[in-house]
């Protein structure tokens, strides 16, 4: 009985050991194929990260970036050129939140700027050029992630171009709302509240306030811009 037991212990013992010695003589030659299967079935695809001025659009796109470099993903970040509200080099969030940046004339810099890049990020695409689609959808095509953050109206409610090409073409687009300054509710507009009609007017902390549809209607009846 002693020994019948004896043996039984030592089959699964012999077994356990077995076990874990397939295991580890396999585990860097299935890691090694795991890897090469990842890169070659790698899929590209475009996320949008849209909102109003104040609705935390930048610290969304920095806590997917941040997370794909968790991830050890090769993560680059571009932003316009023309953007240098705070810093030439991070893109910065309204707290202060900031992930270092690459400055670009245009979207086509972006091609050759992101080769061998896994995870392409894009703060304020709203300013890049008519291009930037275009672009984008060729990065995902090559099997990068590509999330684009921006804009989704100017100070007039109209839609920001090239945003409505991008969201159009994306397979993710994620909405995200401010608070009206005006009244409490979600807001979607981001109204301006000097009375300069450029489209692209720097310096957003002071001459925009997020506002809700009837608050930015209101708004915008008064000729001075206050209601
Ligand atoms: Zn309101």
Known sequence: MGRSRRRICLFFAALKHTRLCRHQRSFPKNMFLERAANRAQRKGWIEVICGSMFSGKTEELIRRLRRAEFAKQKVEIFKPGVD????????????????????????????????????????????????????CEQLANSGVRVIAAGLNMDFQGRPFDPMPQLM??????????AICMHCGELATFSHRTTKSQEL????????????????????????????
């Open 84 to 135: 240098t509200r705070y810093d030439e080099v991070l893109v910065v969030s309204h707290d202060s939140n900031h992930i270092r940046s690459t400055p670009v004339p245009s979207s086509s810099n972006l091609l050759l700027l992101a080769s061998g890049i896994e995870v392409v990020g894009i703060d304020e695409a709203q300013f890049f050029d008519d291009g930037l689609p275009s672009v």
């Open 168 to 177: 159009a073409i994306s397979e993710f687009t994620t909405k995200v709302h």
């Open 200 to 227: 692209v007017l720097l310096g957003e902390t002071e001459s925009y306030v997020p506002l809700c549809r009837g608050c930015f209607n209101a708004a915008r009846a008064v000729p001075t811009g206050n209601p």
